[in-house]
């Protein structure tokens, strides 16, 4: 059980295109879903917390205007990245939780050129 | 201040040489404690949850333990293909998570 897939698990884009990427989990639902990034050899960073059916609440210095999460369902949400620029290039990984422990997708590489 | 704290930062050990990584936590109502291992490139994979003091968990080579301070993850007999970043999380009282920075392990053959 826990299994968590995304997609895509890797995308080049030009810089100040928007970028979606989906996350689901394939064997339960999850009210509660965190977004990471991980930047290399760095520790993964929280970057936003959403509930199913509410607004995203975002951590500081991440800008919810620029990483647009929708958690519209309990199996699937779905973070996009507009006008995505090679600062923004990164490793994004969702985290839905089950059973009260956070699990993770196999994550997605951003490379914005 | 939430705070939880993993060492070493890096270990390499023979295949076949047992060991300990550690987890040290200061949290206000501890919810849970998380231990994951994370593989380059990939997203961390989940492997025990403890929630109280006295609780152990196993996984093949694997064991986890709590106190109301740390966490251990003994690990025995460890092969190659256990090397990677070993991650500890706690989930406090208002279930915010505070992320450990992981334990690199290096299993030579």
């Known amino acids: 059980g826990a299994v968590v897939s995304q997609h895509p698990s890797r995308v080049i884009c030009k810089s100040g295109t928007s970028v979606k990427i989906e996350c689901r989990s394939l064997?339960?639902?999850?009210?509660?879903m965190f977004w990471y990034r991980q930047f290399p050899k760095q520790s993964l960073m929280l970057m936003a917390t959403s509930n199913e059916g509410s607004k995203a609440t975002y951590e500081q210095g991440v800008e919810k205007d620029k990483f647009l999460i929708n958690h519209a369902s309990l199996t699937l949400s779905t973070l996009t990245v507009t006008s995505a620029h090679p600062e923004d290039s990164s490793f994004y990984i969702c985290s839905p939780i089950f059973a009260g422990a956070p699990y993770f997708g196999p994550g997605t590489r951003l490379l914005v050129l | 201040e939430d705070q939880v704290t993993q060492s070493p930062e890096a270990l390499r050990l023979q295949e076949g040489e047992s060991s300990s990584l550690n987890c040290s936590y200061t949290?206000?109502?501890?919810?849970?404690l998380f231990w994951y291992r994370q593989d380059p490139g990939k997203g961390p994979e989940f492997l025990f949850t403890l929630y109280s003091a006295g609780e152990e968990k196993e996984k093949e080579r694997l064991k986890a333990t709590l106190t109301k301070k740390e966490s251990f993850l003994h690990i025995t007999a460890p092969k190659p293909e256990d090397s990677a970043t070993y991650l500890c999380a706690v989930s406090d009282s208002n279930y915010q998570l505070i992320w450990g920075a992981g334990t690199k392990l290096i299993i030579k053959p």
């Open positions: 064997d339960f639902q999850a009210t509660t």
């Open positions: 949290v206000s109502g501890l919810r849970g």
